[in-house]
T-cell receptor, first 113, second 110 residues
Framework: DVKVTQSSRYLVKRTGEKVFLECVQDMDHENMFWYRQDPGLGLRLIYFSYDVKMKEKGDIPEGYSVSREKKERFSLILESASTNQTSMYLC????????????FGDGTRLSIL | AQRVTQPEKLLSVFKGAPVELKCNYSYSGSPELFWYVQYSRQRLQLLLRHISRESIKGFTADLNKGETSFHLKKPFAQEEDSAMYYCALKKPSNTGKLIFGQGTTLQVKP
């Protein structure tokens, strides 16, 4: 069974802090994704990566960056956290090709005070 | 631009009633469509995909290209079906990138 693990379930940070959210998958998937989930807005793609060191912006990349130094790990970085980044963050991974589904982690509920 | 629309934020039905969760999409090519579900305190997971033409937990969804819809249906709702449901569109490519709808909360009352 695919396992996508996000390092924290809950995180509280202060405005202006640099915040790291970590995600690890154990199925050698090529693709990894970061979303934020907000009521009424669904899931919005922040960034995705289709290979090590490769990344592409999603729909709402402003204020975020990512890092993929190893295939199994995809990090989301909030360069200078702001209150409007308070949200649920979901990481997902998938194999490339065909209709391969995305497999999600449990999510990190991030609060910026 | 590609878009997925789920017009209902909340759908409330009684146990045993039929359920239809609406999903409309805009895409000029041949879409790949999915339904994902998130039960309370669980991770988001795949429910079904149109290409498999399968029935999962009694749910089915038919792709209607003429109406650009992929509605999720179940003839008799169960209380355990209560969850958040997301429709998603994948562009045929190797990146696996999905476009999600806004989500519909299904509430099945006893």
């Amino acid at each position: 069974d695919v396992k996508v693990t996000q390092s924290s379930r809950y995180l509280v940070k202060r405005t202006g802090e640099k915040v790291f959210l970590e995600c690890v998958q154990d199925m050698d998937h090529e693709n990894m994704f970061w979303y934020r989930q907000d009521p009424g807005l669904g899931l919005r793609l922040i960034y995705f990566s289709y290979d090590v060191k490769m990344k592409e912006k999603g729909d709402i990349p402003e204020g975020y960056s990512v890092s993929r130094e190893k295939k199994e790990r995809f990090s989301l970085i909030l360069e200078s956290a702001s209150t409007n980044q308070t949200s649920m963050y979901l990481c997902a991974s998938s194999q490339s090709g065909g209709d391969q589904p995305q497999h999600f982690g449990d999510g990190t509920r991030l609060s910026i005070l | 631009a590609q878009r997925v629309t789920q017009p209902e934020k909340l759908l409330s039905v009684f146990k045993g009633a039929p359920v239809e969760l609406k999903c409309n999409y805009s895409y000029s090519g041949s879409p790949e469509l999915f339904w994902y579900v998130q039960y309370s305190r669980q991770r988001l997971q795949l429910l079904l995909r149109h290409i498999s033409r399968e029935s999962i937990k009694g749910f089915t969804a038919d792709l209607n290209k003429g109406e650009t819809s992929f509605h999720l249906k179940k003839p008799f709702a169960q209380e355990e079906d209560s969850a958040m449901y997301y429709c998603a569109l994948k562009k045929p490519s190797n990146t696996g990138k999905l476009i999600f709808g806004q989500g519909t909360t299904l509430q099945v009352k006893p």
